[in-house]
């Protein structure tokens, strides 16, 4: 599959979903005013007044508007990357996350994109296939940002195109809807802390709350598709969602070990979240405190979304559960 960068200004095209007028027509409201196009990612409520019943064509159909309608053509390619002090620059590289990041990008596009391919659905199918392409453009920032810093990356593994599409894109989105989780809460750590400037964590920002939107789609794909089987086929499927999970678990029980393109062994810590706080911060934070802001965030960043749209549940719901046996901090 064609992995080069693909500009949104540029290339109209080839943007799923997308016709050369609704393209053209983005592309001057964004240039005209950014912070304008910046908020529509971040609120959206139908206009229909009806319930979204799982598995309604409603529900599909608001489904995929929302996802549309709420797309954010930022391009890469012009992304104001800051001058980093010394020890700020250090930090950045020092973070044990990049080459994990930009290999992580390159499979969900794959995934997403070979999954897309397999919905008879028109909408669904363009709103996961252009879920695919906002994957690659986080790839194609993670690229131009490690250019711009000199951050060494491992050499990429040739991604392969998966034999069952329907188990990669529920580890795909399931993986999202944990890492995602934790994300927001490390992200505002980072903001609070004041260790990097507020220009690169403004940079991230829109490719932080693209990822809420990614959680967003997933868990009423999700539910939508649960709803149109029949019920052999539905044993069937949440056997498999049952066995992602535990693959999920094993995979993020310690240290991951893989071998690189050039076929040495690379350690990746899957468990990155109280130690990435720690990196991102001026201070310790407990765990309990940690945990309460990424429900915090996690909220905050869903708050704009019509309420019928179902929200992941299963991380905050496991949080919720841990605070109630977690000692507060000590003020």
Known sequence: MDKRAIDPFDVEEMIPGFSAPQVQSWNKATRAAPDAAEENTRQWYSQVDRPFHPGSDIHRREVCRMFHETFNPYRPSVLDWPTLDPDALQRIIALPIWDIAVQTEGKARLRMAAYAKTLSDPDMRNALALNAWEENRHKEVLSSMVAAYGIPLAHEVPYQYPKDAEWAYLV???????????AFGLFEVARRSGLFPLELIDTFEPVMQEECRHILLFANWIAWHRAKLSWWRRIRFEAKVMAVWGFLGWERAGLARTLDADGNERKQDNNFTVSGAQSVSTGDIGVHELMVLCLQEN?????????????????????????????????
């Open 299 to 331: 909220d905050r960043r869903f708050s704009g979304y019509d309420p019928r749209l179902l929200r992941p549940e299963t991380m905050p719901r496991l949080v919720r559960f841990a605070l109630r046996f977690m000692r507060k901090p000590r003020i």
């Open 172 to 182: 795909t989105g399931f993986s999202e809807c944990i890492d995602s989780f934790f």
